[in-house]
């Protein structure tokens, strides 16, 4: 069958020919490949920066990003059922039976760094026709959300943080009363770093929870970004034209800080204008490059002096994209061209080269399988 693989080694990206699986195991899951979406990450792994081939495989095949029909059961699925839509989770827990977190199926949190991520690390990826894979790391979901459903995936990223968003302001009076909307983030402010696909269904997440959400960005490229982040709720602040002091006059003390960019000149310089109490998330992953200067001073002080809290998050757990699933149908409802406009391109698994190597364009790309 067809499958997108890299080839580390030779330094080589191509479609090849990839032995089809068998449902072997009474729990397995066997799924027709629809779509599988591009990000950076994939684009690290094309670019050989990133992503190992399982053992013995000269070559990886791609994909994290995913949807799927169930096409085949094993005699002991529950789960799903053939017809059903699934998107598959990425990460799977390493053989360690001391890492408390893979021994409690928190392989998103592993200690060892031996997990593998399925189109990322040690196991292929779902850029190919056909999947097999244990009932328990699918998720189905409905019908309705058919066209929407591979933004699944970078989705979990936001539902992952903010359910720790709740986690660790519990440290403090942070939650707001609770209105008419019975919205819980209604009494604060927030800011999403970088207007990507992360980024925009992160001040999605966002928005939906009541937080009032700016999304400060350079277009790169999307003259209407402005227009589609207004259109979900959200304000939209140019980073070409609005300094960080200006956007932090403009929005009020910073209660969150979401950055998706992966840039870490602008995301410390957004660390000096967190508010009193802010939550700053990172989950952007920077390329190897050299140190930057930044106000270390500033920062600290600040982190004492304003009880502020900074935390990464990678990953997610099944609740994560449980909650996913949830959001997404709940967004389409509220702003169905919005969540429509976040996939900019979709094309043929041939093609999917030069999505992969040319200049990607457009928000998220998505490849079709079948
Ligand atoms: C994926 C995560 C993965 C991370 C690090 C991201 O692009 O969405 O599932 O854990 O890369 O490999
Ligand atoms: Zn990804």
Redesign the pocket.
Request: glycine share 10%; proline share 6%.
């Given at each position: 069958m067809k499958a997108l693989a890299v080839f580390p080694t030779r330094r080589e990206v191509r479609l090849i020919d990839h032995p089809e699986p068998g449902v072997t195991a009474p729990t397995a899951v066997k799924l027709r490949m629809l779509e599988v979406g591009v990000?950076?990450?994939d684009r690290e792994i094309v670019g050989f920066q990133y992503g190992t081939p399982p053992p013995g495989s000269e070559y990886l095949v791609l994909g994290?990003?995913s949807l799927g029909e169930v096409i085949e059961v094993g005699a002991a699925v529950t789960r799903v059922k053939p017809g059903d839509l699934v998107v598959t989770m990425?990460?799977r827990p390493c053989p360690h039976p001391e890492c408390l977190a893979c021994s409690a199926g928190r392989q998103d949190f592993c200690y060892t760094g031996d997990f593998t991520?399925r189109g990322?690390?040690g196991a292929h990826g779902f850029a190919t026709e056909l999947v097999v894979d244990d009932e328990k790391y699918m998720n189905v979901v409905p019908h309705q959300l058919r066209e929407v459903a591979v933004l699944t995936?970078?989705l979990t990223?936001a539902e992952k943080a903010i359910t720790q968003v709740w986690q660790v302001q519990q440290r403090l009076p942070w939650a707001c009363p609770i209105g008419p909307s019975g919205e819980p983030g209604s009494c604060h402010r927030a800011v999403v770093l970088g207007a990507g696909p992360v980024g925009l269904l992160g001040a999605m997440a966002l928005v939906n929870a009541g937080f009032e959400t700016t999304v400060y960005s350079r277009a790169s490229g999307l003259r209407d970004k402005a227009t589609l982040v207004e259109s979900f709720g959200a304000r939209y602040a140019a980073a070409e034209t609005t300094t960080l002091q200006q956007l932090a006059e403009r929005v009020g003390n910073i209660d969150l800080v979401y950055e998706a960019t992966g840039a870490a000149r602008v995301s410390f310089e957004m660390m000096e204008v967190l508010g009193t109490n802010g939550v700053f998330i990172f989950t952007g992953?920077p390329g190897r490059k050299g140190p930057i200067e930044l106000d270390a001073n500033l920062i600290m002080r600040n982190l004492v002096l304003a009880n502020q809290m900074v935390f990464g998050t990678?990953?997610?757990n099944r609740e994560a994209f449980e909650a996913a699933i949830r959001d997404l149908g709940t967004f389409v409802a509220r702003w169905p061209e919005a969540v429509r406009g976040l996939i900019t391109g979709r094309f043929p698994i041939e093609k999917a080269t030069d999505v992969l190597l040319g200049e990607p364009g457009g928000i998220k790309n998505v490849i079709t399988i079948s």
């Amino acid at each position: 069958m067809k499958a997108l693989a890299v080839f580390p080694t030779r330094r080589e990206v191509r479609l090849i020919d990839h032995p089809e699986p068998g449902v072997t195991a009474p729990t397995a899951v066997k799924l027709r490949m629809l779509e599988v979406g591009v990000c950076g990450t994939d684009r690290e792994i094309v670019g050989f920066q990133y992503g190992t081939p399982p053992p013995g495989s000269e070559y990886l095949v791609l994909g994290h990003e995913s949807l799927g029909e169930v096409i085949e059961v094993g005699a002991a699925v529950t789960r799903v059922k053939p017809g059903d839509l699934v998107v598959t989770m990425v990460r799977r827990p390493c053989p360690h039976p001391e890492c408390l977190a893979c021994s409690a199926g928190r392989q998103d949190f592993c200690y060892t760094g031996d997990f593998t991520e399925r189109g990322i690390k040690g196991a292929h990826g779902f850029a190919t026709e056909l999947v097999v894979d244990d009932e328990k790391y699918m998720n189905v979901v409905p019908h309705q959300l058919r066209e929407v459903a591979v933004l699944t995936e970078p989705l979990t990223i936001a539902e992952k943080a903010i359910t720790q968003v709740w986690q660790v302001q519990q440290r403090l009076p942070w939650a707001c009363p609770i209105g008419p909307s019975g919205e819980p983030g209604s009494c604060h402010r927030a800011v999403v770093l970088g207007a990507g696909p992360v980024g925009l269904l992160g001040a999605m997440a966002l928005v939906n929870a009541g937080f009032e959400t700016t999304v400060y960005s350079r277009a790169s490229g999307l003259r209407d970004k402005a227009t589609l982040v207004e259109s979900f709720g959200a304000r939209y602040a140019a980073a070409e034209t609005t300094t960080l002091q200006q956007l932090a006059e403009r929005v009020g003390n910073i209660d969150l800080v979401y950055e998706a960019t992966g840039a870490a000149r602008v995301s410390f310089e957004m660390m000096e204008v967190l508010g009193t109490n802010g939550v700053f998330i990172f989950t952007g992953v920077p390329g190897r490059k050299g140190p930057i200067e930044l106000d270390a001073n500033l920062i600290m002080r600040n982190l004492v002096l304003a009880n502020q809290m900074v935390f990464g998050t990678v990953n997610a757990n099944r609740e994560a994209f449980e909650a996913a699933i949830r959001d997404l149908g709940t967004f389409v409802a509220r702003w169905p061209e919005a969540v429509r406009g976040l996939i900019t391109g979709r094309f043929p698994i041939e093609k999917a080269t030069d999505v992969l190597l040319g200049e990607p364009g457009g928000i998220k790309n998505v490849i079709t399988i079948s």
